[in-house]
């Protein structure tokens, strides 16, 4: 079964009720969907940031206990180096927390779901946008 990591502004565009990607997540079984704990991050700070948007909160957090958070571990730690590495080698960049949820897909072999054109620069990474 393939294992699918959400990137933030994918469950972004899921929470926001996008047509593309809600029907995209219907159709996949529930068990091959994640998230990186870095992305749990981003969206715990973005409830943080609008403590009055209620109904936000109330997404996010049935969201969160509905789709799998994969920890960040030493294996991902070893694919950040290496990855950062040849980006940077290439004078390629992405932003520290893309290049941590790269480097979190690549070391757990998931397809990464993200409309960010930026994570096309990353080699050996599998991406699908579900926006389309």
Not at 17 to 44: F, H, M
């Amino acid at each position: 079964m393939k294992l699918y990591m959400l990137d933030t502004n994918a469950v972004s565009h899921l929470l926001r009720g996008e047509p593309g990607i809600s029907n995209k997540i219907q159709s996949v079984p529930i068990n091959s969907l994640s998230i990186s704990s870095i992305t749990e991050a981003e969206l715990l700070f973005g409830l943080a940031r609008r403590p009055q948007a209620k109904r936000l909160h109330r997404a996010v957090r049935e969201f969160l206990k509905r789709v799998d958070t994969l920890p960040w571990d030493s294996g991902s730690a070893d694919y950040y180096g290496a990855t950062c590495a040849e980006l940077e080698s290439q004078g390629k960049t992405l932003t520290p927390l893309d290049l941590l949820i790269a480097a979190h897909a690549l070391a757990t072999s998931a397809i990464l779901v993200t409309n960010d054109r930026a994570f096309h620069q990353v080699p050996d990474l599998r991406l699908e946008d579900w926006t389309l």
